[in-house]
T-cell receptor, first 113, second 112 residues
Framework: DAGVIQSPRHEVTEMGQEVTLRCKPI?????LFWYRQTMMRGLELLIY????????DSGMPEDRFSAKMPNASFSTLKIQPSEPRDSAVYFC???????????FGQGTRLTVV | DAKTTQPPSMDCAEGRAANLPCNHS???????VYWYRQIHSQGPQYIIH???NNETNEMASLIITEDRKSSTLILPHATLRDTAVYYC?????????????FGKGTLLTVNP
């Protein structure tokens, strides 16, 4: 298995533009998580899905952020409009079920200028 | 989930055992201790987890005290590639309400 695949690996965009980050989970994994990492705040859980349904989005910073999981093999995290303070590394992680560990992707480094 | 306390940084000589402590004095009976690590610029990587018994796998050993209020992750023969931030996480398992909440972790530097 190729693991959790995130795209793009790097994204540079101008303030005000829409940004879409993508995640392909490991096949068969039914839980998916989006994290954001910055030097100041560390690793923060933004939202997680179970069986494609959002379970907890309390970590989503504001309405500019939205996440979807239309099917078991794909998820997106969208920021619209983007702001410089959104600059961070965004990680997607997936988990196969109860009593199993989470596997993280390599992350998307987002820079908003 | 119970909170954890870890030293911000530690050093270890290459080839020696690295012992990373974690305090989780408010842990409850159904909460597991998980360890992850994050090598620079990569996503976090699972290492090991346990409930009350000591655990060992190909990467590390996990020693949990009898009262479960603290634990130690042991890397028996640290290498330069083990330099990373190590996170100790306490959480309940089971069900769909799954969260992994990361603290600041311990930056382990393995020196040649």
């Amino acid at each position: 298995d190729a693991g959790v695949i995130q795209s793009p690996r790097h994204e540079v965009t101008e303030m005000g533009q829409e940004v879409t980050l993508r995640c392909k989970p490991i096949s068969g994994h039914n839980s998916l998580f989006w994290y954001r990492q910055t030097m100041m705040r560390g690793l923060e859980l933004l939202i997680y899905f179970n069986n494609n349904v959002p379970i907890d989005d309390s970590g989503m910073p504001e309405d500019r952020f939205s996440a979807k999981m239309p099917n078991a093999s794909f998820s997106t995290l969208k920021i619209q409009p983007s702001e410089p303070r959104d600059s961070a590394v965004y990680f997607c992680a997936t988990r196969g079920g109860v009593f199993t560990e989470a596997f993280f992707g390599q992350g998307t480094r987002l820079t908003v200028v | 989930d119970a909170k954890t306390t870890q030293p911000p940084s530690m050093d270890c000589a290459e080839g020696r055992a690295a012992n990373l402590p974690c305090n989780h004095s408010t842990i409850s009976g159904n909460e597991y201790v998980y360890w992850y690590r994050q090598i620079h610029s990569q996503g976090p990587q699972y290492i090991i987890h346990g409930l009350k018994n000591n655990e060992t796998n190909e990467m590390a050993s996990l020693i949990i005290t009898e009262d479960r209020k603290s634990s130690t992750l042991i890397l028996p023969h640290a290498t330069l590639r083990d330099t990373a931030v190590y996170y100790c996480i306490v959480r309940s398992d089971g069900g769909s309400n799954y969260k992994l909440t990361f603290g600041k972790g311990t930056l382990l530097t393995v020196n040649p």
